[in-house]
């Protein structure tokens, strides 16, 4: 129980801070938000892990947890492509249904196939994490569009292995796990702004909204870590990949946004995914 919870409050949290990255990105563009809010993560995380004196972990936990960064960042990276220049609404569901399956394909093989009623729970869950991503303007003939699949894959492999290697990292410490990860992912973003000559210049009014996407960021990558000490890799990252979820919910209520009939369908299998984890 203790692990679903923490999935869950993973989930609500960086759909938080998706919320609060989404508003900035709106204002100054999405790779600086994601650039800064690594920064923000860093300024945080270095001196909390040197101020609670936690165990230095191993080489091997460093690499995989930079590892995890780098896959992740590039993952963000290319789905913030896809979504500029394919189908919004195949890229965002293609690419967190595929972050959640294969933690869950991993998890089958190390850590055993797991009980009838989570795997029923898989099924609900990874339903809701393609019905909550998806907006209602949805194509109606997703044939015509597979050649928008290639990138939003290619992002879900990214944030799958994000998945695996930090539930691998970050076994026996959290916070410097964390400062690996972030590092790594600050060094990709900003390879890649720089190739792009991106400009670096944000607005004052919207440090704000990237200070809190940072925050919320640190804050939903802990409980996701906490989640996968307490309980299987698998359950762990399918309850966090529900992250859109809050994100949709907090644009109904902040934005007015409406929510689809298949997004509330989504929302209704996550609540049937958690009941039964929790058996």
């Not at 896809?82 to 890229?91: K, P």
Request: one cysteine or more; charged letters at 10%; glycine letters at 10%.
């Amino acid at each position: 129980m203790i692990s679903i919870f923490y999935g869950l409050m993973s989930a609500l949290i960086w759909g938080a801070g998706d919320f609060a990255g989404g508003i900035a990105s709106r204002k100054t563009g999405a790779f600086r938000v994601v650039l800064f809010g690594e920064v923000v993560g860093m300024l945080i995380l270095v001196p909390v892990a040197l101020a609670v004196g936690e165990a230095i972990p191993d080489t091997m936990s460093w690499i995989q947890a930079a590892m995890a960064g780098a896959l992740g960042t590039l993952g963000l990276v290319l789905l913030y492509h896809a979504l500029a220049t394919g189908t919004m609404s195949i890229a965002a569901p293609v690419s967190a249904l595929t972050a959640a399956l294969l933690p869950v394909i991993i998890g089958s093989f190390s850590e055993g196939i797991p009980e009838g009623s989570v795997l029923m729970g898989f099924a609900f869950a990874l339903s809701a994490v393609w019905l909550v991503s998806r907006n209602h303007e949805e194509p109606r003939h997703i044939l015509a569009h597979l050649a928008d699949l290639r990138l939003p894959l290619f992002a879900g492999v990214g944030f799958g292995c994000y998945f695996v290697l930090m539930h691998s990292a970050a076994r026996e410490s959290t916070l410097w796990p964390m400062v690996a990860s972030r590092g790594a992912g600050l060094a990709v973003i900003a390879l890649f702004m720089l190739l792009r000559r991106d400009s670096y210049h944000v607005p004052r009014n919207v440090w704000p909204f990237i200070a809190l996407n940072g925050i919320l960021d640190i804050g939903g990558n802990a409980f996701y870590i906490l989640a996968g000490q307490m309980g299987r890799l698998d359950v762990s990252a399918v309850l966090s990949s529900l992250f859109p979820g809050a994100t949709i919910i907090l644009a109904q209520f902040f934005l007015k946004e409406r929510l689809s009939r298949m997004q509330w369908l989504g929302i209704g299998a996550a609540l049937v995914a958690i009941v039964l984890f929790a058996l």
